[in-house]
């Protein structure tokens, strides 16, 4: 463990069993590595992978990925460069209990977090489009289809009998083999007229999503924050009363 650099405490305590352990472990002979440490790890592992299943999260952590290009996602370009985060650790010289990887994906989600208190002044209701064509769950796709391409919008919001917003469907969903909008739709990416806008910067920059439906406590459409609505917003500059200008204290002119 020294060697390899993952030295951790139960690991250790693992390590100096055998030669303190005294009678239990000489009993066990060859076989301890195996049972109890071995066989109480994998049981260890089972119930760890168990718990995140029922919690929805993912173990091992796996990364999205999005296929026919080889290029980064645009957040990581515009953000933390893996590079860095390596650059860092080796100026460090530490070994942390967290792949690098994990890590990156950490810092990233600061800087959004940075950002997001540096423009809290914009917010969802602000950038929104409020005129969002919208389709039917219960619709044929070939009308979605078709309102997609004299629309030129990349995303079609599919509402229920009451307004509320249920899925999205875009050119990619509807290549799916179904006989309604409902068959084919996505999850809905949604948002409250209050939220940050800035906390869709993550979301709408990871390669699958175009758009994010932003709903009212009962999860009636309103309006819609498209890529280039948040773009626009950002590309804005700042209001001269903002937190970080007023974080950074102007000198005398020369």
């Not at 917010?123 to 389709?135: A, F, H, K, L, Y």
């Not at 769950?137 to 391409?149: E, F, H, K, T």
């Not at 969903?173 to 739709?185: F, I, K, Q, S, W």
Request: net charge negative.
């Amino acid at each position: 463990m020294s060697f390899g650099r993952c030295l951790h405490p139960p690991g250790a305590a693992a390590a100096l069993t055998a030669p303190v352990g005294g009678g239990a472990v000489d009993s066990a002979g060859w076989l301890f590595p195996l049972d109890p440490v071995a066989t109480s790890a994998l049981v260890l592992v089972a119930v760890g992978w168990a718990f995140h299943k029922l919690s929805g999260h993912a173990y091992p952590h796996v990364k999205p990925t999005v296929v026919a290009t080889a290029d980064p996602l645009p957040s990581q370009r515009a953000l933390l460069h893996p590079d860095d985060v390596d650059a860092v650790l080796a100026k460090m010289g530490e070994t942390f209990d967290i792949g690098r990887d994990d890590l990156g994906l950490l810092l990233t989600e600061l800087e959004t977090r940075v950002l997001t208190r540096e423009r809290a002044d914009l917010t969802c209701d602000e950038i929104m489009s409020r005129d969002v064509i919208t389709v039917g769950r219960d619709a044929d796709p070939g009308v979605a289809r078709q309102l997609l391409l004299d629309s030129g919008v990349r995303l079609l919001p599919v509402l229920d009998g009451d307004g509320r917003s249920v899925g999205g469907v875009g050119l990619r969903e509807l290549a799916r083999p179904g006989t309604t909008v409902g068959d084919l739709m996505s999850p809905a990416l949604t948002a409250k007229p209050s939220d940050p806008a800035t906390e869709l910067v993550g979301p709408l920059t990871d390669g699958h999503r175009h758009a994010a439906m932003v709903v009212d406590d009962e999860r009636r459409l309103v309006g819609l924050v498209a890529q280039g609505d948040l773009l626009a917003a950002l590309a804005r500059p700042q209001p001269s009363g903002s937190a970080s200008s007023r974080m950074i204290p102007s000198g005398p002119r020369t």
